[in-house]
């Protein structure tokens, strides 16, 4: 699986969007880019997945570039409960096990 | 909406003593896993499953056993605790390998002292 590099931390004021790149740049064409985030230790939660095209949810938007070396997820309007650990991840298609690996991630702090 | 459900919560044991985390998920799921995760770090994958009856190891599987004798169950066991193994360990299933997202129960916080 490739592998991902995020920015540490990053601030967002409250009702702005928030702006999470992540860069895989050696993803393979088979290789879906997913997007976690964990409030709190709490048990991850699953936001959005893409493979080429860009893709929106209720939660977020994920924006893939065109050579898909890199993303972005974005939270429209950026609310407390949005302060978590997010973690980018790629996740090879067809393979027999499937499990996510995840790095450290990008601590994202909404402030009031 | 119970998705995957863990228990216990919270779990202190000695060293030595032996254990078993429990999984359940309703969502007729083939895949389940189990991973661990230590202060500051990501989550580590210790075993998964890709159905009843089929096991395999994950990157850190030494210290652990687990069975799949249904869809729904998972457990995870724990035979001689040790304190390495202070963790917080989620149990995730899917319908798929790749395509379809893991949900992820709550976790159970185990301390070995």
């Known amino acids: 699986d490739a592998k991902t590099t995020q920015p540490p931390s990053m601030d967002c004021a409250e009702g702005r969007a928030a702006n999470l790149p992540c860069n895989h740049s050696?993803?393979?064409?088979?290789?879906?880019v997913y997007w976690y985030r964990q409030i709190h230790s709490q048990g991850p939660q699953y936001i959005i997945h893409g493979l080429k095209n860009n893709e929106t949810n209720e939660m977020a938007s994920l924006i893939i570039t065109e050579d898909r070396k890199s993303s972005t997820l974005i939270l429209p309007h950026a609310t407390l409960r949005d302060t978590a650990v997010y973690y980018c991840?790629?996740?090879?298609?067809?393979?027999?096990?499937?499990?996510?690996?995840f790095g450290k991630g990008t601590k994202l702090s909404v402030k009031p | 909406n119970a998705g995957v459900t863990q228990t216990p919560k919270f779990r202190i044991l000695k060293i030595g003593q032996s254990m078993t985390l429990q999984c359940a998920q309703d969502m007729n799921h083939n895949y389940m896993y189990w991973y661990r995760q230590d202060p500051g770090m990501g989550l580590k994958l210790i075993y998964y499953?890709?159905?009843?009856?089929?096991?395999d190891k994950g990157e850190v599987p030494n210290g652990y056993n687990v069975s799949r004798s249904t869809t729904e169950d998972f457990p995870l066991r724990l035979e001689l605790a040790a304190p390495s193994q202070t963790s917080v360990y989620f149990c995730?299933?899917?319908?798929?390998?790749?395509?379809?997202?893991?949900?992820f129960g709550d976790g159970t916080r185990l301390s070995i002292l």
């Open positions: 995730a299933s899917s319908y798929s390998s790749t395509d379809q997202p893991q949900h």
């Open positions: 991840i790629v996740r090879v298609a067809g393979g027999s096990q499937g499990n996510l690996i």
């Open positions: 050696t993803i393979s064409g088979n290789e879906y």
């Open positions: 499953s890709v159905g009843a009856g089929i096991t």
